[in-house]
Every structure is written in structure tokens, then in C-alpha cells.
């Protein structure tokens, strides 16, 4: 009797939290940065998750997630985390599953990313019941971007008055329009929903064009402009894409969306129906765990062009930079709004500082950027410790209100993404 509460007692000890590294893939699209320039690269080597680098090859995401084509596995346990989780749901909190909501990934982006939008939840439910070959899930996919070096990219329509004056100063690009939206460009910048409904009436006819109009177009606005002894940097910005993608419509994309670099730290939430593309730099990004990606250009695979024009949001937007929340311990916590996959914790600080890590009751993991330091979990007491390119699961806490602490052992730098409790949500104000 005696040895049987002792017994269940130590289980429920071990249950209590558990502290586990992972092993995580790092992929090689053609977009990502070669060999030792890619900072996904770096992580993966010094994380021991690949045993080398090589020189010649483009080394673009590092994935940490339960994502089928790029699970993480519990290295300790030899299995899969999903699997893990599924033989012990006492791993997470109790609304979540054994497929994490959320991916959270490092990317080393040397040449463009597609454009693209992502849908609504209610979108993606349409969307995936018509065609579920090109949208496999019938999810929403928001997803935030927080620079790790200095970060460029395409994101949101310009200020109308803006893409006026561009359609003008790149007139070629008119080729492609009727005389009626022609008369539209001075629509642009209008007071009211005229504005927004005049983009859609060029936007729409320009990337309806027929293949080889667009391809002429796009060739003779190309050439103009790398003739040109001065080049703006968006005249740069359009020659560099005509030359990776010949002909592709996505060429015009600078002249209509924002151009903008963040600088690290700084971060852009991605909103339903607002296009996008990544151009050069390092970052980490966290998206719903979902592969609904509507394309606009830059790719050579199909574009859906009658459900973009359809879906995208034209209003203007001000440079979409995401103000995260600034917790009491310093760290950041980035909460995008209507999101309830994941939010997102950067933890750093300095040689000796020792912190709780909050929210524990969902399970998160953390990967570390730089740097070292130990992580007690609420219960067991025993440190596990962690560098740089290591990843550590930390199961959801079973300790009532403890949380895990961690305590740095050298100037550290690392991310944290979980899936936020309903308490969480409803009890943080963002
Ligand atoms: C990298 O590519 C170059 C040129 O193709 C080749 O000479 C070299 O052997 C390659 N290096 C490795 C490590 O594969
Ligand atoms: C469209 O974008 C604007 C600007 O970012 C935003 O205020 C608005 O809520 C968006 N509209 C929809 C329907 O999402
Ligand atoms: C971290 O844990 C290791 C091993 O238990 C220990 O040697 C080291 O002193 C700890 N460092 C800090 C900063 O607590
Ligand atoms: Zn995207």
C-alpha cells in the first residue's frame, strides 16, 4: 500500500513537466541562402540536427514543428513528437492535440519568396471544398515575420496616390489596360471606396493578361529600365525580378506593394488577403499550421489569378509593422489579434539574469538563436541546459501555478511559440 502511493506519487512527479531537446529538419529551397551565409544553416549545424554544411547548397527553413513534411523528433525518445505526445497527452495542455496549431520556423531568404495571400478561416473553407488539390486544408494561415538581420520584403498595397503616380512613371505597364481603366489611375488616391474599387479594375485586368502580352510588357518595361544610366532602387528592384523571372507578373509587383526592410527585432504580421513576398535576410516566422497559399506571381507554379483578385484586400496600408507587448521580465510577447494557433515570446537577456517562462500551462517550444542557459522545469528541479541551435519542448506544467524558470548562463537570444490557453488569451490584454 505504502509503496504504491509512493510510487504513483513519483509519476506524478514525472508527469508534472517535462523538459525535452528536439531534433529538427532544416530544407533546401532554391530561394534560400547558400552554405555558410545561411544563418538557418548555422542553427541547424551547431544544433547538431545536420552533421555538415555544404558549401554549394541553399539551406532555406528550419522547421520546428509536427508539420508531416518536417516532424520533429524527440531525440531522448526516439519518436516522433507527435508521437510522443499522443502516448502521453499529460505533454499538453488540455485543449491541445498531438499536432501542434502552430509552425514556427528560421528562414534565410537569398532570392525572392512567391507573392502571395493567405485566406480567412471562412475563405479557406470555401476554397478548400472547390479545389482541394490546390488548397489542401481548409484553414486559415496568418503568419508573423520578426527580422533576425536586416529584413526585405513586399507587403500590403502602397498608398493609392502612389501606384497612380507609378503607373504613370512606368507607363508601359498601361499596355496592358482598356481605355476605361485607363481613365482609373486617376481614380487611385480618391477619397472613399472608389479608390480601392479603381485597383481592382487594374489590378484584375493586368493580372488576367493574356501569357505572352504580359511576357512582351514585362520584357520592354525591363529593358528600359536597366538601359538607364540612374536607377531608383524600385528600378533595381524591377530589373532584379525581370531577371529571375522573365515575363512573370509578379515583376510588377513592387510598383503596387509596400518596399521595406525591418531592421532586427522589428517584426510585420501577415493579415488575410494582404500580399506579400519575402526578398533577402534572416527571420523567424510563426504560421497556423496550414498550406493555403494563394499565388500572385514570382513562381512557376499555377496562380489562381480569379480567386486573388477576388480575395485581396486593396485598402492602402501604412508600413504593417507589429508593436509586440513588453512583458514585466523584459521579454516580448507577440499576440497577434483574432489569432489563437499561437502566440510568440522572445526570451532575452543577459549573463546571470534569471526569469520564470509564463503561460506553462500550454506546452511551447524554444529555440535558441545564441548564447546558453539552463531551463528548470516547475517540478523536477533538475536544469536541463540549452544552446545555441537547440531546441527544447517544454511540456504544458501539471504544477498548479509554477512556471519553469530559466537562468543565463551567457548572453542569450531564443524564441518561444505555443499555442496560447483560452485563460491566456482572455486574460491578456493586447
Ligand atoms: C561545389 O561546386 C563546385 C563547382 O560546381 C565544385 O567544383 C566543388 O567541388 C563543389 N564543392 C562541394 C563541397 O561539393
Ligand atoms: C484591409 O486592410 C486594411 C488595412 O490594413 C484593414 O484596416 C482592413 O480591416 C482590411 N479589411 C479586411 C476585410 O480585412
Ligand atoms: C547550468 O547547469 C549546469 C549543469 O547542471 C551547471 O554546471 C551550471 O553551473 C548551471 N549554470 C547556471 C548559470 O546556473
Ligand atoms: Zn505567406
Known sequence: MKFLAIFSILSLQIDCQMLYKLQCPVNNYAWGAKGESSMAAILALAGNHISHIDPNKTYAEFWVGTHQ?????????????????????????EKESEKLTFLFKVLSVAGPLSIQIHPTKAQGKILHSKDPKNYPDDNHKPEIAIALTEFEL????????????????YSEIQELLSDEDRVQIDNLGSFGESSSKALKI??????????SKLGVVVEKLANRLAG?????????????????YPGDVGVFAPIFLNHFKLQPGE???LEPNMPHAYLKGDCVECMSCSDNTIRAGLTPKYIDVESLVEMLNYSE?????????ELADHTKLFTPKGIDEFWVQEVKGSTGAKFDLPFAESAS????????ANVTSAETRKPETIKKGEVLFISASRCGKNQPKIEISEDFWAFRAFQPSSSAISNFQN
Open 69 to 93: 513534411n518536417g516532424p520533429a523528433r524527440v531525440i531522448e525518445l526516439g519518436k516522433s513528437l507527435e508521437e510522443a505526445i499522443r502516448e502521453n497527452r499529460e505533454l499538453v495542455g
Open 154 to 169: 513586399l507587403s500590403g498595397f502602397r498608398q493609392h496616390s502612389q501606384i497612380s503616380d507609378f503607373l504613370k512613371l
Open 202 to 211: 487594374i489590378f484584375s485586368r493586368i493580372w488576367r493578361s493574356e501569357k
Open 228 to 244: 538607364q544610366e540612374i536607377k531608383s532602387q524600385l528600378d533595381e528592384l524591377i530589373v532584379y525580378l525581370a531577371s529571375l
Open 267 to 269: 517584426a510585420t504580421f
Open 317 to 325: 496600408t501604412l508600413l504593417p509593422k507589429y508593436i509586440p507587448n
Open 365 to 372: 517550444v524554444l529555440t535558441v538563436l545564441s548564447g546558453s
